[in-house]
């Protein structure tokens, strides 16, 4: 069995995982990520997800129709209420950012964890559109009726690209243009934004525009607009290599970023989303029934999804692959993110303030689960299932205050868990797990290593198939490593990574059934990944998670 490798720089309380408690009966996993990805939108002024196939709505937001005011607009009055619009995905995939129109006639750029629920204010007082993030996240770009606008991703240092020029031809050139929505490209070098030029309530038009972000190379028409096209929308394929777009009246087409090519699609609709992997466009059908359909890119064919849908505004989730089999526990949040072996995420609740987050394969079957080790009482709770609910395994081992390491410590395929005392520098390693709330009885191994304030971790440094330890000093980034359990000077040393680093190791594939360091880094959210057990700079990355969430690896989390 391949080695489990797990986080155990946590001798502190303020890493806690909360929400759900151990003996409380739970719902059934919240599996919000993975292929194909969910698909947010908006529906009587709030914003829900969906399943890629029109399934598990779930409503997000609670807050529309409170009365703000009366406007006068198209020749009579109309009331104004608070609602919710606009629903965009982060470039994380992670939080569906949105318009929000206050109590106060302020308007705000909010973001929701679809997950747990929680909410923050991104930009509290917004005059433009919705923000649409560079790929990586650093920038936002917006329009307004001053123009298209480029900026950094807190707002700072905006920067106008283009006036809202719409060059038409009469009446249009003499109308008054605004931008109503922009999209990044996949590559973060263009821009494409839905450009209305009206002439009242009645008369006008939208179309797509697309330049570069630096402002030239400007494209418009792309999408060959027609008189009186109120709703036009606009998404990129994955590859960037086209958009898909609707006249506004029931005609949907692909084209390239710069207008040629233009194919009209064997589907009438509009609101047109293309899927992560390019494969479909989901889209809402515009044939009187207002149904979800999706059009299949290879066979030119469209397949019924869910009958009278009325949402829009429609966001495909960002779906992130982890080429590594690790994971991320959010401790304000308790909710487990873990790396399937597809490389998609599975998300789920587990824990409680102040319990220690590890994972093993608790059952022999190759598929490490989560554990929990509560410093307060020395209680262990082990999970056999990556999904949100009770532990299968309770049971005490150890004092307040020690830290759980767990491994395959005699290479029967099973993991157990064992401790380190920080108080006393020394490892109880113990190759079987309680249960029925009972205690695990006296370790099996018992020794000294480490100096004071170093933090345990486990992996199978010589690829024996036993499990050995290895500790990671803070204050000097060092790495100490032992090939057999017993007190003695480490085997192998040396430095990688920064003090404030949190450290795991395992089987990342390239010397394989040798463990190897890895390295968290907060401040940059980042995964830092050695392939040998040498000094030397990271061979590989990964950028994902929270500055405040606990790093955890595994052999194999099994498939999302």
Excluded at 253 to 275: F, H, I, K, N, Y
Aim: include cysteine.
């Amino acid at each position: 069995m391949w080695s489990l490798r797990i986080w155990a720089a946590l001798a502190v309380a303020a890493a806690v995982v909360v929400v759900m408690e151990g003996d409380l009966d739970a719902p059934a996993q919240a599996s919000y990520a993975g292929e194909p990805g969910l698909v947010a939108y908006a529906e009587g002024h709030e914003i829900y997800t969906m399943n890629a196939d029109g399934s598990d709505q779930r409503r997000l937001t609670f807050d529309s129709g409170t009365f703000i005011k009366q406007e006068w607009g198209c020749d009579e009055p109309r009331s104004v209420f608070t609602e919710s619009s606009s629903p965009t995905w982060t470039p994380d995939g992670l939080e569906v950012a949105f318009l929000y129109h206050a109590a106060d006639d302020r308007r705000e750029v909010r973001a929701i964890d679809p997950v747990v629920g929680s909410m923050r204010v991104l930009f509290p007082d917004w005059e433009g559109t919705m923000p649409s993030w560079s790929p990586g996240g650093e920038r936002i770009a917006y329009g307004d009726a001053s123009g298209l606008w480029v900026a950094n991703n807190d707002g700072s240092s905006p920067r106008r690209v283009t006036e809202p020029v719409f060059g038409g031809p009469p009446p249009l050139a003499e109308w008054p243009a605004s931008l109503v929505k922009v999209e990044w490209s996949p590559d973060g070098k263009r821009l494409a934004f839905v450009l209305w030029t009206g002439g009242g309530c009645v008369s006008g038009t939208q179309d797509v525009t697309v330049i570069d972000a630096d402002g030239s190379n400007r494209h418009p028409f792309v999408c060959q607009p027609r008189p009186d096209s109120f709703r036009v929308t606009v998404d990129w394929a994955p590859d960037g290599q086209r958009l898909v777009c609707d006249d506004g009246h029931g005609v949907i087409m692909t084209v390239r970023p710069d207008g040629s090519d233009l194919t009209p699609l064997q589907a009438e609709g509009g609101e047109g989303v293309w899927s992560p992997d390019g494969s479909q466009i989901l889209y809402v059908s515009d044939d009187g029934q207002h149904d979800l359909r999706s059009y299949n890119t290879a066979l030119n064919s469209t397949h019924l999804l869910l009958a009278g849908f009325r949402g829009a505004d429609m966001d495909w989730q960002p779906v992130q692959q982890v080429p590594y089999p690790i994971g991320l526990v959010d401790p304000d949040t308790g909710v487990w993110r873990l790396a399937g072996d597809d490389g998609y995420l599975m998300s789920f609740y587990y824990g409680n303030p102040g319990d220690v987050p590890f994972v093993g394969d608790w059952n022999c079957d190759s598929i490490d689960t989560p554990g929990l080790y509560r410093q307060s009482d020395g209680y262990v709770y082990l999970r056999n299932h990556n999904s949100q609910g009770v532990a299968d395994i309770r049971f005490y081992f150890g004092n307040p205050g020690d830290v759980p390491v767990a491994g395959d410590f005699n290479s029967d395929g099973c993991d157990t868990v064992s401790l380190y005392r920080p108080s006393e520098q020394r490892f109880y390693i113990i190759n079987k797990l309680g249960s029925e709330d009972t205690g695990l009885g006296t370790a099996e191994f018992s020794f000294v290593f480490g100096n004071p304030g170093d933090k345990p971790v486990v992996g199978d440094w010589d690829a024996d198939g036993f499990d050995e330890i290895g500790l990671h000093r803070e204050s000097s980034g060092y790495f100490y490593f032992r090939n057999t359990l017993d007190t003695g000077i480490a085997d192998g040393q040396f430095y990688f990574g920064n003090p404030a680093d949190r450290f795991i190791a395992g089987d990342w594939g390239v010397v394989d059934g040798a463990d190897t360091p890895a390295v968290y880094r907060p401040d940059t959210v980042t995964f830092f990944f050695r392939h040998t057990l040498t000094q030397g700079n990271a061979d590989s990355s990964v950028t994902w998670g929270g500055s405040t969430w606990l790093p955890v690896a595994g052999a194999s989390f099994g498939t999302s």
